[in-house]
């Protein structure tokens, strides 16, 4: 089988075989440190944080931290600050000029941002660690138990919370550097995986045990995820491929130019972002009820905390849309491309440089935004429907959303990667006809 043949090759490669092992390695020892609790805190008290997080922006940060959140472990913040700190320097590398002039210095200035960002998450999970662990307190007395008392208790163990945030970036970046893939992304998609397996084996056994359809409903299922799945790689590989035609420049007895190349423009340039700012306005409405006195949930109150509800959904789409145009703006700039064009001798055919070019990408990013918005939207609000259709609740957020974008673009990434290592080697690609298209462009690849 080709399947066989392929893991031989992989075998074959030493340095890819070390930095597949390396990447096991490291995966099994962020897994393990997802089970290791704070100190003083008892594991059977955990169900009330358990229970919360089931649903809401909650359940995502319990995803993406492989459940480290919900077993209040050393690992419990898990690797959103860092992306949460990512976020605001690559806003702050748009907005403020001294940021700008950084990106512009090369390595040494990356390397001054790299290090801004990390002083940036330390602070982040200072001001994270007490809040998790005033919530961890609200949870253990639902439960009959209580967090051990004083200030000390509080201190360290936020300073634990933030070295296990640092010790799983130490992680990310290692597999980086010595395993295969981009390191945080990858540490991210272990912690969907995580959850992967215990979510479908609930579903089955609901299906088989109950009266909801049986194992026909359950193949049913799987056959729409693997039709969702396909989408989503659609989705993350779509690109809309400009022309550019390079001038001819003669230099002594040299020809140099005038071959034509591609400029490929993604159908989805905002990637993942804007389902999750999209996902923390909605979660205001609960975070408000939440700190109410009542708590009660009625009228447009209630419309917003039905996940499920028409309202919720429709406006959930429509942030989605107009997130995605903003982060696309930001991050594409059609004008330092048109410059760069103009730079190098080279010209989009029929399109006078310089403003018209700039107009030109302009309008094709326009076009090819709308599609891309729509669909993403549509990706978002599948769990809701699969939740609709009688689907787990656990098992509906692989339907679609984040994690099923995050899931897709990291896989095609890491098996782009390998697959580069075997064309290097002259040996078959892993697909039969063609290459993997991984993420391309500026995107941050989380």
């Not at 602070?123 to 200030?151: D, E, H, M, R, W």
């Not at 959850?195 to 479908?200: D, I, K, V």
């Not at 299922?221 to 690109?239: K, N, R, S, Y």
């Not at 080697?425 to 391309?440: A, N």
């Amino acid at each position: 089988m080709r399947a066989v043949e392929t893991i031989k090759n992989i075998w074959k490669i030493e340095d890819l075989r070390n930095r597949i092992l390396t990447t096991l390695l490291l995966v099994a020892i962020y897994r393990f440190g997802t089970y290791v609790v704070l100190p003083g805190i008892d594991p059977k008290a955990l169900t009330a944080l358990q229970e919360q997080t089931r649903g809401g922006l909650l359940a995502l940060l319990d995803m993406f931290s492989g459940g480290a959140f919900s077993n209040a472990s050393i690992f419990a913040l898990g690797i959103m600050p860092y992306i949460s700190a990512s976020i605001v320097m690559q806003l702050m590398a748009i907005a403020v000029p001294s940021f700008q002039k950084l990106q512009r210095e090369g390595e040494s200035g990356r390397r001054k941002i790299n290090q801004w960002t990390r002083y940036l998450t330390v602070a982040i999970l200072l001001f994270q660690g007490p809040t998790y662990l005033v919530n961890l307190s609200v949870q253990l007395k639902s439960a009959g138990a209580a967090l051990p008392g004083g200030l000390w208790f509080t201190i360290s163990s936020t300073i634990i919370l933030a070295a296990g945030s640092m010790f799983i970036l130490w992680l990310g970046e290692r597999i980086t550097d010595k395993g295969v893939g981009n390191g945080i992304s990858f540490i991210i998609l272990v912690g969907i995986i995580a959850r992967l397996p215990h979510s479908l084996f609930q579903e089955f056994i609901s299906r088989t045990s109950e009266k909801t359809g049986g194992l026909v409903m359950f193949l049913f299922e799987m056959l729409f995820l693997l039709l969702v799945i396909a989408g989503a790689i659609l989705l993350v590989q779509g690109t809309r491929k400009v022309p550019v035609q390079y001038a001819k420049r003669i230099i002594g007895n040299k020809q140099y130019g005038g071959a034509r190349q591609y400029i490929p423009l993604k159908v989805n340039a905002a990637n993942v972002m804007p389902i999750i700012f999209a996902q923390a306005i909605m979660f205001i409405p609960i975070s408000i009820v939440g700190f109410s006195s009542t708590g009660e949930q009625s009228g447009f109150w209630a419309a917003f905390m039905d996940n499920t509800g028409f309202w919720y959904n429709f406006v959930f789409a429509l942030l989605i849309i107009l997130f995605t145009y903003f982060y696309t703006a930001i991050t594409i700039n059609p004008t330092q491309m048109s410059d760069d064009l103009k730079r190098n001798n080279g010209f989009i055919p029929g399109v006078k440089p310089g403003k018209n070019t700039k107009d030109y990408l302009d309008t094709i990013m326009d076009r090819i935004t709308l599609p891309g918005a729509f669909f993403l939207a549509i990706v978002a609000i599948l769990p809701a429907f699969a939740r609709i259709a009688g689907v787990s609740m656990e098992f509906s957020q692989f339907f679609g959303g984040t994690s099923l974008l995050i899931l897709v673009g990291v896989v095609l990434d890491t098996l782009q990667q390998v697959e580069s290592h075997l064309l290097m080697r002259h040996y078959d690609g892993l697909l039969k006809s063609g290459r993997i298209k991984g993420r391309s462009g500026s995107v941050a690849a989380y």
